[in-house]
């Protein structure tokens, strides 16, 4: 009996010797790859986000801003919204291609330019509407509310694959306020606006202060061709574009 069982353990010495290991160093040389691949990638992450939070920070001189070639850096990107959007275009900052307003509209009447804009495939999509809205709504909050819903709405399911940003509604000059009362509540409908967009899933720029006294045009409501180059300076960092 022992006899047979010492035949028996060599024998199984002999097949523990004989097996086959390719079959596992393929599966570990497959995680390795696996692994080098993923650590790659984190540190191309690690470093696109490093170099992003560096542009963050880094302060551009007046000169800068004013001559930088917006065209490329919005090359993916359209904005909608109403004259104030449209005088981008008609000071030379942006190309009409890049741009779908009208003088006067409001948020339940871009259907048709949000259309328009949808045909181009953007990447990114800045909306800048509201200030016509305030002279509709005037003290009316919830229907104001509910403007906004309507255009988030719409803007989300026509460009599912692009990145929303919101631009905040320009303040007025004390000029506007006198007429029309209800442009005190600015910071207010700013404030409603900014909520919607969070039920919606869509970035909220406030881009209060890159306005300056010297940059409004007589009207109070305007603004001069100075303005627009930190508006789109300021679009643009808020959207990463720099």
Sequence with gaps: MIFVLGIFCTSCQKEEQTVDTKEGLSIL????????????QKISETRDLAKKEQMQNIQLTEEEIVSMNYRDVFSDSVLLGDSITSEIVEYGY????????????SMVSA??????????NPK????NYGSNDMDTYQYNEDLFRNACRNLLEKAVAAFPDAQIYVNSIFPVK?????RDPWREETA??????????????VTFLDNTQVV???????????????????WLYSMAKGAGLL
Excluded at 29 to 40: K, P, T
Excluded at 111 to 120: G, L, P, S, T
Excluded at 212 to 230: L, S
Aim: aromatic content about 14%.
């Design 94 to 105: 942006l190309d009409a291609d890049n741009v779908f307003c009208k003088i006067g509209i």
């Design 124 to 127: 990114i999509v800045f909306l």
């Design 174 to 178: 004390d000029n506007v306020i006198a």
């Design 111 to 120: 259907d048709e330019y949000i259309e328009k804009a949808k045909a181009v």
């Design 212 to 230: 300056k006294e010297e940059y409004y045009a007589p009207d109070g409501m305007h603004f001069n061709p100075v303005m627009y180059p930190h």
């Design 29 to 40: 040389e497959e995680m390795e790859q696996q692994d080098v691949a993923a650590a790659e």
């Design 188 to 201: 207010a409908y700013n404030q409603i606006y900014q909520e919607v967009c969070q039920e919606y899933g």
